[in-house]
């Protein structure tokens, strides 16, 4: 069986709001759908994972916020990559207004909001299913709604560039937020240390051939964090881009040539020595590896990366 063959399925993007007496919350989903119109129901579907998921399950009324296509990735990195556990995301995002039920909704990236209350919840293994009634409404009328589709091809920073490639490792790509695994397997248990998402949302990539002066395999330009060395590919860069890795701006970041580098051979064009790291494998490229340096992505000290 191909099981590839659900990702054919069109799906949206959206916010969903909670609050369980607590403090808000939110997160980034893309399983919501109108179940029934007589009496008129939706259903929203929640990773099991996800701190929000758990406060549903706890308060059992939600605002869902359609998203367009002129939403940031700054956005989805706050909402969709971070955990509310240990990051209270309204205190990031103070730009939202609340319905007539308590909640938070966003208008400058929605185009609508919904708010339900949740009749019944299904576990249905890795996610859960909440059926709920409409309990209020409104439509902004501002933008196009986003769909996955959309997400991938516009918004989502391009995966870091092939000169890895010459290690000969294969990698793997986390659809949801681009970072790029290198190894001989991708292990099964493997947890993406940026957005926290489990192995079966990765897929394997091929290297491409990149050539001095002639723009990578995709004809994209690239720049790179001065900050922790993440390259973004694009026609552009962003004005209101934020390194997925360490979170610096635009200001950080400068457009590189790139280098010619062929599958199975060596790097000679940049002569880079490579440390990486034991902890999430993040890979550090320099002439040395400063003595206080920190991972950007898992925050581990020197100490815990190895020369490769």
């Keep these: 069986m191909d099981t590839k063959a659900i990702n054919k399925l069109s799906y949206g993007l959206y916010l969903l709001t909670v609050n369980d007496g607590k403090k808000d919350n939110g997160c980034i989903i893309n399983t919501a759908m109108q179940l029934a119109g007589e009496p008129l129901r939706i259903g929203v579907s ?57 909640l938070i909704y966003v208008k400058k990236y929605a185009n609508a909001y919904i708010s339900g209350r949740v009749l019944t919840q299904t576990d249905l293994g890795s996610h859960t299913l909440f059926i709920a009634e409409l309990t209020d409404a409104e439509r902004f009328g ?13 918004v ?12 000969g490792l294969r990698r ?5 937020c681009g970072y790029v695994y290198e190894g001989e397997s991708l292990p099964e248990d493997f947890e993406c240390p940026l957005c926290k998402h489990k192995a079966q949302f990765f897929k394997e990539i091929s290297p491409a051939e990149v050539k001095t002066g002639e723009g990578n395999a995709t004809g994209l330009r690239r720049w790179e ?20 890795l360490c979170k610096h701006k635009v200001q950080f970041f ?13 790097n000679a064009a940049t002569a880079s020595k490579r440390w990486e790291c034991e902890i999430c494998g993040y890979i550090y490229e320099g002439e040395s590896l400063p003595d206080d ?4 992505i898992c925050k581990h000290k020197a100490q815990f990366f190895r020369e490769i």
């Design 254 to 266: 400068k457009e590189i040539t790139p280098v010619e580098t062929k599958a199975g051979e060596d």
């Design 142 to 154: 501002e933008g196009e709604s986003m769909t996955y589709s959309y997400y991938h091809a516009n």
């Design 156 to 167: 989502k920073p391009k995966p870091q560039p092939t000169a890895k490639a010459a290690n």
């Design 225 to 244: 964090c001065e900050i922790c060395g993440y390259v973004y590919e694009g026609e552009n860069l962003p004005d209101d881009f934020e390194c997925p």
């Design 172 to 176: 793997w790509e986390c659809e949801i």
């Design 46 to 102: 929640l990773n099991n994972d996800v701190y929000t998921c758990e406060m549903l399950k706890a308060s059992g009324v939600f605002n869902l916020c359609v998203l367009h296509e002129g939403t940031p990735f700054s956005f989805f990195d706050l909402f969709g990559m971070k955990s509310g556990r240990d990051t209270d995301k309204f205190a990031q995002y103070t730009d939202y207004e609340r319905s007539a039920n308590g």
């Design 293 to 296: 340096f920190e991972c950007p």
